[in-house]
């Protein structure tokens, strides 16, 4: 017996609904826990991005659904369409209309979640050698969401072709295959450099080891991601293909499961808190330098550096105290991972601590790094 059917509009609306509100639940909490623990003015612009994306995102749910509910788009010859009425005619441009702004959708709520990882990356990277790889790949997304549009836009021309009927390209304006290879291109390449940026700083840092396990498995969600994508792709490029709506089913998990790896992260004083195992007392690392290496205490609060970066400029001021939660090298701010660097005349060296914070353990987490 089959369980699921990729073809069937009706399993696509029960899908959609339930990856929905799992998508929609992890952004409402994840807002839930940054107001609680900043304030409505405390709030990053990572935070507001993903509200952007809440949006888009619920756009693409609603317009990807509709889209293959109907009679079907504008993919049909002039001998086929010379058959239809007037209605049906319209029935076909409607839907076609709803495949074009499903797509839009599709491609700005997958790069809405890609600049909102980045703004993480950027605090994360703070400081770090692997903060100049996160300019990189910001121009490198920037570039791909820009080329992506104008393949949109220059491939079917003109612009109301995609919901002709007939259109002048079938291939094109009916299926998005000649579309469909750039933005598979710089859809899946940028979301594979985006793993290269947490996961090696992950696996260098100083964490328990469960702590560890389990935070490689929330970024490496995106592996799924890019299969997803691929997998889409896949349908659209495949003549045989193109007749049914197996793509949604993809579009549909690779945006959700997107929008889960971005707000899980921030999510982690939760997860934390619920699996009790992960953090048990045996795993703490507590370190403390003696002789003229400075004295980490568990409870200390502050931290004495002639070099530490301004939180604004990025830049770094001399002489200066710093509080040791600080929102710059920082994975998520006062309750989770956060990395401190410390710095004297031959090594950058940051260490593991554990402090208790509003009743909470908090673990700071450093990456040893050569000067």
């Not at 709030?43 to 994306?53: G, H, S």
């Not at 949006?55 to 049909?76: A, D, E, H, K």
């Not at 969600?221 to 659209?236: D, H, R, W, Y």
Request: glycine share 6%; proline share 4%.
């Amino acid at each position: 017996m089959v369980l699921h059917n990729d073809t069937d509009p009706v399993e696509l609306a029960i899908e959609s609904w339930i990856m929905y509100s799992v998508g929609m639940a992890l952004i409402v909490l994840r807002m839930g826990a940054q107001i609680k623990r900043h304030g409505l003015k405390g709030l990053k612009p990572d935070d507001y991005v993903m509200c952007l994306t809440a949006c888009l995102y619920t756009g693409l749910v609603v317009t990807l659904i509709g889209s293959v509910s109907g009679v079907g788009g504008n993919g049909f010859t002039a001998d086929v369409v010379a058959t239809w009425t007037d209605a049906e005619k319209k029935e076909h441009i409607k839907n076609a209309i709803l495949v074009q702004v499903a797509e839009q959708f599709m491609l700005s709520t997958v790069y809405s979640v890609k600049v909102c990882m980045l703004l993480i990356y950027s605090r994360l990277t703070m400081g770090l050698k692997e903060r100049f790889a996160v300019k990189l790949l910001a121009g490198y997304v920037a570039l791909g969401f820009i080329g992506t549009e104008i393949a949109m836009f220059a491939l079917c021309r003109p612009y109301n072709q995609y919901w002709a009927v007939p259109p002048n390209d079938i291939d094109q304006c009916a299926f998005y295959r000649k579309y469909s290879l750039p933005q598979a291109v710089f859809n899946i390449s940028s979301d594979a450099l985006m793993l290269a940026v947490p996961l090696p700083l992950l696996i260098r840092s100083r964490l328990p080891i469960k702590q560890k396990i389990a935070m490689v498995f929330i970024f490496s969600m995106g592996l799924f991601v890019i299969t997803a994508g691929i997998m889409s792709k896949s349908f659209a490029l495949l003549p045989q293909n193109l007749d049914n709506i197996v793509y949604a089913f993809w579009y549909l998990r690779e945006a959700s499961v997107a929008v889960y790896v971005a707000n899980m992260p921030l999510l982690w004083p939760m997860i934390r808190a619920t699996i009790k195992f992960i953090t048990r007392e045996k795993d703490t690392i507590v370190s403390k330098g003696t002789g003229n290496n400075t004295a980490y205490e568990l409870k200390s609060r502050k931290m004495q550096s002639k070099r530490l970066p301004d939180e604004e400029t990025g830049t770094w001021d001399e002489n200066s105290s710093q509080e040791m939660i600080v929102d710059r090298a920082v994975i998520f701010k006062d309750q989770t991972f956060e990395v401190q660097v410390t710095e004297n005349k031959n090594f950058t060296k940051s260490r593991v601590y554990d402090e208790s914070y509003h009743g909470e353990n908090v673990y700071k987490v450093g990456v040893d790094s050569k000067s």
